[in-house]
């Protein structure tokens, strides 16, 4: 299914509002605009609207194993099927960062007096 929905330009916010309202499925969106305000504020407020979202292409065709595919809200449980991100459904991710050349010295060299 597809939707388009004309709106008045002074109305762009609460249009984008309605959007993210209206419908529990939110496998992918996308938004076509010219002015990088409208395409941040459309990203910023469809952020949980859509488990991939588009801007300025068609919202079709992921490329699997490639790019991430997954649905959010009552289309699916977002794992993004196809990439190593589906991974991160089943295990606890954690970072370990190990120095091989220990500081001498607690301070920094950028904070020496001259």
Partial sequence: MLTIYVHPEAEYRETLQLCDATSPYGLTGSVFAQDRRAVHLA????????GN??????????VVGLQP???SRA???NDKAGSALNLERWVTPR????????PVDYRYPFMRQE
Avoid: Q, V
């Fill in 95 to 102: 970072t370990i960062k190990e120095n091989f050349c220990p």
């Fill in 69 to 71: 595919f997954g649905g």
């Fill in 53 to 62: 979202f588009y801007i300025n292409d068609k919202p079709t065709g992921a």
């Fill in 43 to 50: 990203a910023n407020l469809l952020r949980h609207a859509a």
């Fill in 75 to 77: 289309s699916g449980t």
